[in-house]
Nanobody, 126 residues
Framework: QVQLVESGGGLMQAGGSLRLSCSAP?????MAWFRQAPGKEREFVAA????????LYEDSVKGRFTISRDNAKNTVYLQMNSLKPEDTAVYYC??????????????????????WGQGTQVTVSS
């Protein structure tokens, strides 16, 4: 059973930065971050291929968020800069098959991921 554990959430003022971490499986998986705001559906944020050579981002976070991974440490990161109040959500880490990182259309769909963390709260105040 694959267990994912997120950390690094918290309260931050708009314009600030946070870095989320996720313990990743010690095997070849596409890793991704999703988020869910109160009253809204879970949405894709970013994904990274097993090798780290491919990264994909949702339009609203491009240029502000960076996904990365350190396979030696079995850890995936989400560096979030220039935070906005609309970034407030519970952020989830997910692991899925390697092939889904080939296309945004597959990497961005939550149903393509097999394993999920419990989530970490990110709150951005204005």
């Amino acid at each position: 059973q694959v267990q994912l554990v997120e950390s690094g959430g918290g309260l931050m003022q708009a314009g600030g930065s946070l870095r989320l971490s996720c313990s990743a499986p010690g095997r070849a998986y596409t890793m991704a971050w999703f988020r869910q705001a109160p009253g809204k559906e879970r949405e894709f944020v970013a994904a990274i291929s097993w090798t780290g050579g491919t990264t994909l981002y949702e339009d609203s976070v491009k240029g502000r968020f960076t996904i990365s991974r350190d396979n030696a440490k079995n850890t995936v990161y989400l560096q979030m800069n220039s935070l906005k109040p609309e970034d407030t959500a519970v952020y989830y880490c997910a692991a899925g098959p390697t092939y889904i990182s080939n296309y945004y259309s597959t990497a961005s769909q939550s149903q393509n991921y097999n394993y999920w963390g419990q989530g970490t709260q990110v709150t951005v105040s204005s």
